[in-house]
């Protein structure tokens, strides 16, 4: 089961996290959490990664749905963003497809947000390499 929607940029890292939270802003996702695990590995077990963040997207309307739907499904969100350095001068971006909640969950109603999520994210994504 693949469970990630990847584009790889030719673009550094720093102004590429910055391009995505503007290309998820405008597809009405908000960033609740940041988590930059290169600085979490280092300082924590002192190994060494390269830059590597993790951004938790949110939706509101879109989340609402998906619990209203299926309370358990908090577990997955917010819907995850990765950006990593690929290189130096390449920058890898992913998202984890929000089908995957449809093939976890018994609720039906998810299929429709699944969907619009799904359109939400690529949108955003193709925003990057176009």
């Known amino acids: 089961m693949s469970y990630a929607m990847t584009i790889r940029l030719s673009a550094g ?3 590429t996290v910055e391009r995505v939270r503007t290309a998820l802003k405008d597809q009405g996702f908000g960033v609740l959490t940041e988590i930059d695990m290169r600085s ?4 924590k077990l002192g190994v060494d990664i390269e ?3 993790i951004l938790g997207a949110c939706n509101p309307p879109l989340a609402h749905r998906a619990m209203e739907a299926d309370r358990n499904i908090g ?3 917010p819907c995850n963003v990765v950006v990593r350095a690929d290189g130096p001068d390449a920058t890898l971006v ?7 909640m449809v093939q976890l969950s018994d609720a039906a109603e998810l299929r429709a947000v699944a969907d619009e ?4 994210l690529r949108a955003a994504l193709d925003a990057l390499s176009g």
């Not at 979490?40 to 300082?43: N, V, Y």
């Not at 992913?94 to 995957?100: E, G, K, N, R, T």
């Not at 999520?117 to 939400?120: E, N, Q």
């Open 13 to 15: 890292f720093t102004p």
């Open 40 to 43: 979490t590995l280092r300082e």
């Open 51 to 53: 830059e590597y963040v």
């Open 75 to 77: 577990l997955l969100l």
């Open 94 to 100: 992913q998202a984890l497809d929000p089908q995957v």
């Open 117 to 120: 999520a799904t359109r939400r």
